[in-house]
Protein backbone atom coordinates (compact mmCIF):
# COMPACT_ATOMS: atom_id res chain seq x y z
CA UNK A 1 0.00 0.00 0.00
CA UNK A 2 1.33 3.49 -0.86
CA UNK A 3 -0.61 5.30 1.57
CA UNK A 4 1.10 6.48 4.59
CA UNK A 5 -1.19 6.65 7.36
CA UNK A 6 -4.77 4.27 8.08
CA UNK A 7 -8.10 5.45 6.88
CA UNK A 8 -10.27 7.02 9.64
CA UNK A 9 -13.86 6.25 9.77
CA UNK A 10 -14.17 9.69 11.82
CA UNK A 11 -13.02 11.58 8.68
CA UNK A 12 -15.55 12.68 7.19
CA UNK A 13 -14.42 12.30 3.74
CA UNK A 14 -13.83 8.32 4.70
CA UNK A 15 -16.55 6.14 3.33
CA UNK A 16 -17.27 2.80 5.11
CA UNK A 17 -18.19 -0.34 2.43
CA UNK A 18 -18.84 -2.86 5.03
CA UNK A 19 -22.59 -2.36 4.54
CA UNK A 20 -22.40 -2.41 0.42
CA UNK A 21 -20.28 -5.84 1.13
CA UNK A 22 -18.55 -7.46 -2.57
CA UNK A 23 -21.49 -9.06 -4.10
CA UNK A 24 -20.93 -8.09 -7.58
CA UNK A 25 -23.75 -5.62 -8.98
CA UNK A 26 -24.71 -4.59 -4.80
CA UNK A 27 -25.59 -0.90 -4.96
CA UNK A 28 -25.95 1.51 -1.81
CA UNK A 29 -26.73 4.99 -1.83
CA UNK A 30 -24.90 7.73 0.51
CA UNK A 31 -25.91 10.97 1.12
CA UNK A 32 -23.40 13.20 3.39
CA UNK A 33 -22.74 16.98 4.26
CA UNK A 34 -19.06 17.46 5.16
CA UNK A 35 -17.36 20.67 5.91
CA UNK A 36 -15.09 21.60 3.35
CA UNK A 37 -11.69 21.02 3.90
CA UNK A 38 -8.28 23.71 3.59
CA UNK A 39 -7.82 24.41 -0.23
CA UNK A 40 -10.55 23.07 -2.18
CA UNK A 41 -10.62 24.60 -5.57
CA UNK A 42 -8.35 26.45 -7.40
CA UNK A 43 -6.01 28.41 -5.07
CA UNK A 44 -6.05 32.52 -5.63
CA UNK A 45 -8.73 32.06 -8.18
CA UNK A 46 -12.08 30.61 -6.92
CA UNK A 47 -12.77 27.36 -4.29
CA UNK A 48 -15.01 26.21 -1.25
CA UNK A 49 -14.18 28.32 1.62
CA UNK A 50 -12.45 25.82 4.45
CA UNK A 51 -15.83 25.00 6.49
CA UNK A 52 -18.18 25.51 4.68
CA UNK A 53 -21.31 23.20 3.65
CA UNK A 54 -20.34 20.57 0.92
CA UNK A 55 -23.36 18.02 -0.16
CA UNK A 56 -22.37 14.57 -1.19
CA UNK A 57 -24.66 12.59 -2.80
CA UNK A 58 -22.79 9.44 -3.83
CA UNK A 59 -23.84 5.80 -5.48
CA UNK A 60 -21.49 2.79 -4.80
CA UNK A 61 -21.85 -0.29 -6.81
CA UNK A 62 -19.81 -3.17 -6.14
CA UNK A 63 -17.50 -5.08 -8.94
CA UNK A 64 -15.30 -7.55 -9.26
CA UNK A 65 -12.08 -5.13 -8.73
CA UNK A 66 -13.94 -3.19 -6.06
CA UNK A 67 -16.08 -0.47 -5.45
CA UNK A 68 -17.41 1.85 -8.43
CA UNK A 69 -18.60 5.13 -6.87
CA UNK A 70 -20.44 7.65 -8.74
CA UNK A 71 -20.97 11.23 -7.47
CA UNK A 72 -22.23 14.33 -7.00
CA UNK A 73 -20.63 17.48 -5.13
CA UNK A 74 -22.51 20.55 -4.39
CA UNK A 75 -21.77 23.94 -2.61
CA UNK A 76 -21.51 27.65 -3.09
CA UNK A 77 -17.90 28.52 -4.38
CA UNK A 78 -16.00 31.83 -3.98
CA UNK A 79 -13.64 34.20 -6.04
CA UNK A 80 -13.24 37.21 -7.66
CA UNK A 81 -13.67 38.29 -10.97
CA UNK A 82 -10.72 37.89 -13.70
CA UNK A 83 -11.42 41.01 -15.01
CA UNK A 84 -12.69 43.43 -12.51
CA UNK A 85 -11.48 41.94 -9.53
CA UNK A 86 -15.22 42.11 -7.88
CA UNK A 87 -16.11 39.27 -5.43
CA UNK A 88 -18.22 36.30 -6.90
CA UNK A 89 -20.23 33.42 -5.95
CA UNK A 90 -21.09 30.71 -7.73
CA UNK A 91 -23.02 27.32 -7.24
CA UNK A 92 -20.76 24.73 -7.75
CA UNK A 93 -21.56 21.23 -8.89
CA UNK A 94 -18.91 18.81 -9.22
CA UNK A 95 -19.66 14.97 -10.66
CA UNK A 96 -16.96 12.44 -10.48
CA UNK A 97 -16.61 8.70 -11.00
CA UNK A 98 -13.93 6.56 -9.25
CA UNK A 99 -12.90 2.99 -9.00
CA UNK A 100 -11.70 2.15 -5.79
CA UNK A 101 -9.77 -0.94 -5.84
CA UNK A 102 -9.61 -4.30 -3.57
CA UNK A 103 -5.67 -4.85 -2.66
CA UNK A 104 -6.21 -8.07 -3.28
CA UNK A 105 -7.57 -7.96 -6.58
CA UNK A 106 -3.99 -6.55 -8.09
CA UNK A 107 -2.41 -9.74 -7.04
CA UNK A 108 -5.07 -12.19 -8.59
CA UNK A 109 -6.14 -10.15 -11.75
CA UNK A 110 -2.58 -9.21 -13.21
CA UNK A 111 0.87 -10.02 -13.55
CA UNK A 112 3.51 -8.74 -11.14
CA UNK A 113 5.18 -5.78 -12.77
CA UNK A 114 8.68 -4.25 -12.86
CA UNK A 115 8.77 -2.18 -9.31
CA UNK A 116 9.13 0.66 -10.78
CA UNK A 117 6.10 0.51 -12.99
CA UNK A 118 4.25 -0.74 -10.38
CA UNK A 119 5.22 2.68 -8.50
CA UNK A 120 4.08 4.26 -10.64
CA UNK A 121 0.67 2.82 -11.32
CA UNK A 122 0.01 2.59 -7.48
CA UNK A 123 0.08 6.82 -7.36
CA UNK A 124 -2.90 6.83 -9.94
CA UNK A 125 -4.96 3.85 -8.85
CA UNK A 126 -7.27 4.30 -5.88
CA UNK A 127 -7.56 1.71 -3.20
CA UNK A 128 -10.37 0.45 -0.15
CA UNK A 129 -7.96 -0.23 2.74
CA UNK A 130 -9.92 -2.37 5.96
CA UNK A 131 -13.17 -2.22 3.86
CA UNK A 132 -12.78 1.88 3.58
CA UNK A 133 -12.20 4.31 1.05
CA UNK A 134 -11.20 7.94 1.19
CA UNK A 135 -13.26 10.45 -1.08
CA UNK A 136 -10.79 13.43 -0.53
CA UNK A 137 -8.52 12.85 -3.90
CA UNK A 138 -11.44 12.46 -6.14
CA UNK A 139 -13.34 15.39 -4.41
CA UNK A 140 -10.45 17.80 -4.98
CA UNK A 141 -10.03 16.81 -8.40
CA UNK A 142 -13.69 16.85 -9.16
CA UNK A 143 -14.11 20.30 -7.78
CA UNK A 144 -10.54 21.81 -9.91
CA UNK A 145 -12.87 20.55 -13.02
CA UNK A 146 -15.39 22.04 -12.32
CA UNK A 147 -14.45 25.69 -11.77
CA UNK A 148 -14.06 28.33 -13.94
CA UNK A 149 -10.24 28.80 -15.17
CA UNK A 150 -11.19 32.45 -15.38
CA UNK A 151 -14.51 33.06 -13.44
CA UNK A 152 -16.25 36.58 -14.58
CA UNK A 153 -18.89 38.22 -11.85
CA UNK A 154 -20.96 38.23 -15.86
CA UNK A 155 -20.68 37.60 -19.16
CA UNK A 156 -19.41 39.89 -20.94
CA UNK A 157 -17.74 42.05 -18.01
CA UNK A 158 -15.67 45.03 -19.13
CA UNK A 159 -12.86 44.51 -16.62
CA UNK A 160 -11.68 47.85 -14.98
CA UNK A 161 -10.83 51.40 -16.19
CA UNK A 162 -7.25 51.53 -17.50
CA UNK A 163 -6.90 55.30 -16.19
CA UNK A 164 -8.84 55.46 -13.10
CA UNK A 165 -9.24 51.82 -11.95
CA UNK A 166 -13.33 52.21 -12.20
CA UNK A 167 -15.71 49.22 -12.74
CA UNK A 168 -16.84 50.05 -16.48
CA UNK A 169 -19.69 47.55 -16.04
CA UNK A 170 -21.02 50.21 -13.71
CA UNK A 171 -20.66 52.82 -16.31
CA UNK A 172 -20.12 51.37 -19.76
CA UNK A 173 -19.75 55.41 -21.34
CA UNK A 174 -17.08 56.15 -19.04
CA UNK A 175 -14.07 57.90 -20.48
CA UNK A 176 -11.05 60.28 -20.03
CA UNK A 177 -11.17 62.77 -22.34
CA UNK A 178 -7.42 63.20 -22.10
CA UNK A 179 -6.38 59.41 -23.25
CA UNK A 180 -2.71 60.32 -22.89
CA UNK A 181 -0.50 62.97 -22.25
CA UNK A 182 0.17 64.06 -25.93
CA UNK A 183 -3.57 63.78 -26.59
CA UNK A 184 -3.65 66.16 -23.82
CA UNK A 185 -1.05 68.38 -25.26
CA UNK A 186 -3.29 68.88 -28.80
CA UNK A 187 -6.31 69.01 -26.78
CA UNK A 188 -5.03 71.80 -25.05
CA UNK A 189 -3.70 73.43 -28.02
CA UNK A 190 -6.95 73.12 -30.27
CA UNK A 191 -9.03 74.47 -27.01
CA UNK A 192 -6.80 77.67 -27.10
CA UNK A 193 -7.32 78.27 -30.72
CA UNK A 194 -10.84 78.03 -30.87
CA UNK A 195 -13.07 77.24 -28.10
CA UNK A 196 -14.27 73.70 -27.90
CA UNK A 197 -17.38 73.59 -29.97
CA UNK A 198 -15.66 70.77 -32.49
CA UNK A 199 -15.55 67.57 -31.59
CA UNK A 200 -12.12 66.36 -29.73
CA UNK A 201 -8.50 66.02 -31.53
CA UNK A 202 -10.00 66.77 -35.05
CA UNK A 203 -9.48 69.38 -36.73
CA UNK A 204 -5.14 69.11 -36.03
CA UNK A 205 -4.56 65.92 -37.19
CA UNK A 206 -3.46 64.82 -40.50
CA UNK A 207 -4.37 61.81 -40.41
CA UNK A 208 -8.50 62.23 -39.22
CA UNK A 209 -8.45 65.09 -41.83
CA UNK A 210 -7.82 62.31 -44.35
CA UNK A 211 -10.06 60.10 -43.09
CA UNK A 212 -12.97 62.67 -42.99
CA UNK A 213 -11.61 63.20 -46.61
CA UNK A 214 -12.12 59.75 -47.59
CA UNK A 215 -15.92 59.59 -46.12
CA UNK A 216 -16.94 62.75 -47.80
CA UNK A 217 -16.45 61.08 -51.03
ZN1 LIG B 1 -16.25 41.46 -13.42
ZN1 LIG C 1 -11.62 55.74 -15.72
Known amino acids: MTSNARLDHRDPLVFDTHELGRRPGAQQRLSRTIDAPKDLGLQGVIGVPEGAPVEL ?3 LESVMEGVLVTGTARAQAEGEC ?3 LEPLELALVAEF ?4 SYPDADDRGRPKAEPVDDAEEDEDRLFI ?19 PMQ ?3 QDGCLGLC ?3 GERLTDDPDHHH ?9 LQGLAGSLEDGEKDKMSG ?5 ARAAEKQEK
Open 151 to 153: PVC
Open 177 to 185: DAVDIRWAA
Open 82 to 84: VRC
Open 129 to 147: EDGLFDLEPVLRDAVVLAL
Open 162 to 164: SEC
Open 57 to 59: DLR
Open 204 to 208: DEPRS
Open 97 to 100: QEMF
